[in-house]
């Protein structure tokens, strides 16, 4: 029998099996932020341990840093204290760290990939379960807890009980102003926030074969969004292209060597799915989300489900959701008014997302009562958004462009929506309070974010 | 780690689904640098409003419940795999969580951190609900040895399952980097053949 992608990279990762236990898995690369790793570095010290391979591990904080001043010192003591924290374990154990205003500093999720730091056929870990995002090239990446992260501190490994396969084809071709966050939007609110739980999906299909590599980052991205462990894509020319003289890519013959290996990583025609799932991508139009999880998501131009159609078991919790929106069954939200919009994060931080949102509001004017936040998931990206002349056609428009960092996305900085505002967010979580204390987040794409920052509403962008 | 091998008491119920890990420990709470003092921000937002008054209709702040082990409705622990929501559940003091469904990620760390998630069929945790909420004495008994959990009010048992691994290591309070430790041998020779 055949064996899927994921099988073949796992496979080749093994250590060691238990005996009816978990698999020690090998780990090509490990990324540390601020948040989850001081427990581990704490662990390290108290079993007087150093790191297995210390050149394997990149710390760059990301979580807590502020997105305007960087150049001064954090105000926050207590994100301060993290961020010198992460910095003062990184010199102690001797790993690379990427620190504030360092040219490599961003979102790890977004700094990985277009560093060339995640590369095809790798096992990639990161306490932080986006993670999944650096699976898109081809590789098994996945988020893991901070007691896992010491034991790839410790040990270059980690004990993981293999998940199952899922594919998820998407066929066909999709509509003009649909993108990539809408693909994966559409999927988990078919699939539902637990339809992947135990699984590690493969994408493939027309659709997803069509996205950038930038697109199936975010794509991938979203993965854990429906339980899944992970989401991964089958790496091809677009693939290669991509991670073509990236800073720490292969070079030369090692290059040529790599991507001989690269080429042979795609399922077998006989695998197995332990599951397989379908959707058109014609189905599939620009997303939003109108409750506090992300698979609470529907057409822009549909309308938010009846109580009755829900499910009993899930009543409780819709009503409960909807409550905390501010919204009612049966309603459109077209027209609705929105005081927030946030442009970033490891799903929609990236120097693409960047450019379609320049686009769309390129001679246009914001809205004078919304907030945007337009944060670049890198320093590489706010950089290149300068260079290639964006950051000047933002600024025409009334925008500002950031800082890079987390920002808004889970809000640990003193970027917070404040309570009972409404944000349209390209993030991945509308999780109550994730965006600050009270704040209703509505997900969507950077083309629905764009047109909402400028008319002050939800509108589809197709017809603005 | 504190071994585990069977549990009686009361229990702390919670009937609601998809409680995910911003409700068990809300993100401003995650700027901590050690594994000290979670339990305090257990359920923060449920459990106090926003002037910081203890919530008395929220079930941690009612007296007639208390005990080390949680009942929760399905989907308990979805959201981020921030290892804080364990530390905050363990930090309170529960050793054991009950769902008919956990998140991957959360039962994961649950057990890294000696708390063993139960899973048990739908019927069985509405009989839970049903007979604590008639009388908040009633206890529940959890037997890692023999995977059984019993509803002393009741009556019903059911089985539960673990993987051996994670059950030894629970019975016996140990841990998994010294394991990945004992095979230092191992992952040099992988990375030999692999390199
Ligand atoms: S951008 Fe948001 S989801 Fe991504 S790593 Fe940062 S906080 Fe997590």
Same mark, same amino acid.
Request: charged share 20%.
């Given at each position: ?38 427990? #581990? ?30 150049? =001064? ?43 060339? $730091? ?28 901070? /007691? ?46 637990? !339809? ?26 979203? /993965? ?27 070079? !030369? ?9 690269? =080429? ?26 109108? !409750? ?21 078991? !899930? ?21 609705? =008014? ?39 998931? /890198? =320093? ?13 056609? $933002? ?14 996305? $889970? ?27 009270? #704040? ?14 400028? /008319? ?9 | ?21 911003? &409700? ?101 945790? &509405? ?9 908040? &004495? ?58």
């Amino acid at each position: 029998m055949g064996k899927t992608l994921f099988d073949k990279i796992w496979d080749r990762h093994v250590i060691a099996a238990v005996p009816d236990g978990p698999t020690q898995l090998y780990i090509d690369r490990h990324y540390c932020h601020e948040v989850t790793s001081p427990q #581990a570095f704490q662990g390290m010290r108290n079993r007087k341990l150093s790191f297995l391979r210390p050149e394997k591990t990149y710390a760059i904080p990301d979580h807590n840093i502020p997105t305007v001043d960087q150049d =001064k010192a954090i105000q926050d003591p207590v994100s301060r204290k993290q961020v010198d924290t992460l910095q003062d374990n990184a010199r102690e154990f001797g790993i690379s760290y990427f620190g504030l205003g360092h040219p490599k500093n961003g979102v790890i999720h977004v700094v990985g990939p277009a560093t060339g $730091l995640t590369l095809p056929r790798m096992t990639i870990v990161c306490g932080d379960w986006h993670s999944s995002t650096h699976s898109a090239p081809g590789a098994v990446a996945l988020g893991i807890g901070t /007691s896992e992260v010491e034991m790839v501190m410790a040990a270059q490994s980690i004990l993981q009980t293999k998940p199952q396969k899922m594919r998820i084809k998407v066929e066909g071709k999709l509509k003009p102003g649909v993108g990539a966050k809408d693909m994966a939007l559409y999927i988990i609110a078919q699939m539902t926030t637990g !339809g992947a739980t135990g699984f590690f999906v493969e994408y493939a299909g027309e659709a997803v074969q069509a996205l950038t590599m930038e697109g199936r980052l975010t794509l991938c991205n979203l /993965s854990i969004e429906m339980g899944a462990r992970g989401g991964m894509i089958a790496p091809d020319q677009t693939t290669f292209d991509y991670i073509k003289g990236r800073e720490f890519a292969p070079k !030369g013959a090692a290059w040529e060597q790599a991507l001989a290996g690269w =080429k042979t990583l795609r399922s077998d025609e006989d695998a197995v799915f332990d599951q397989e799932v379908q959707f058109k991508a014609e189905d599939i139009e620009p997303m939003i989300t109108y !409750g506090t999880n992300p698979g609470m998501g529907m057409g822009i131009t549909e309308s938010i489900p009846q109580l009755e159609s829900i499910d009993p078991a !899930g009543r409780t919790s819709f009503s409960k959701a909807l409550d905390y929106m501010g919204f009612k069954p049966g309603e459109s939200l077209l027209g609705k =008014k929105i005081d927030y919009v946030f442009l970033g994060s490891c799903t929609n931080g990236r120097i693409e997302d960047f450019r379609a949102f320049t686009q769309f509001i390129k001679g246009r004017q914001k809205a004078p009562e919304v907030v945007a936040w337009l944060v670049p998931g /890198s =320093k590489a990206v706010e950089q290149q958004c300068r260079e290639e002349g964006l950051t000047e056609i $933002l600024e025409k428009a009334g925008f500002v462009l950031r800082q890079p960092g987390c920002s808004a996305c $889970l809000a640990m900085n003193e970027d917070k929506i404040p309570a009972g505002k409404y944000a349209v967010s390209t993030s991945n979580r509308n999780f109550e309070g994730r965006q600050g204390p009270g #704040a209703r987040t509505i997900l969507a794409g950077p083309l629905v974010a764009a047109a909402a920052a400028l /008319s002050g509403r939800i509108t589809d962008p197709r017809t603005f | 780690m504190e071994k585990f091998i069977t549990l009686s008491s009361t229990v702390v119920p919670l009937p609601i689904e998809n409680v995910d890990t911003d &409700q068990i420990i809300p993100a401003r709470f995650l700027k901590a640098t050690s594994k000290e003092g979670f339990g305090d921000n257990l359920f923060r937002d449920w459990r106090y409003d926003n002037k910081n008054n203890p919530n008395p209709d929220f079930v941690l702040n009612n007296p007639l419940y208390s005990g080390s082990i949680l009942v929760a409705g399905k989907n308990f622990g979805s959201g981020s795999s921030r290892e804080h929501a364990a530390w905050a559940i363990a930090g309170y003091g529960f050793r054991v969580v009950v769902s008919s469904f956990f998140a991957d990620i959360f039962k994961n760390n649950a057990l890294n951190n000696g708390v063993l998630p139960v899973v048990v069929s739908e019927g069985f945790l &509405q009989d839970i609900f049903e007979t604590v909420t008639a009388d908040a &004495q009633n206890t529940l008994t959890v037997d890692l040895e023999k995977q059984v959990i019993r509803n002393n009010a009741s009556g019903r048992e059911e089985k539960f399952g673990i993987n051996s691994y994670k059950k030894n290591c629970l019975l016996q309070g140990y841990d998994d980097i010294d394991f990945l430790l004992s095979n230092k041998d191992k992952i040099q020779a992988w990375e030999n053949e692999n390199n």
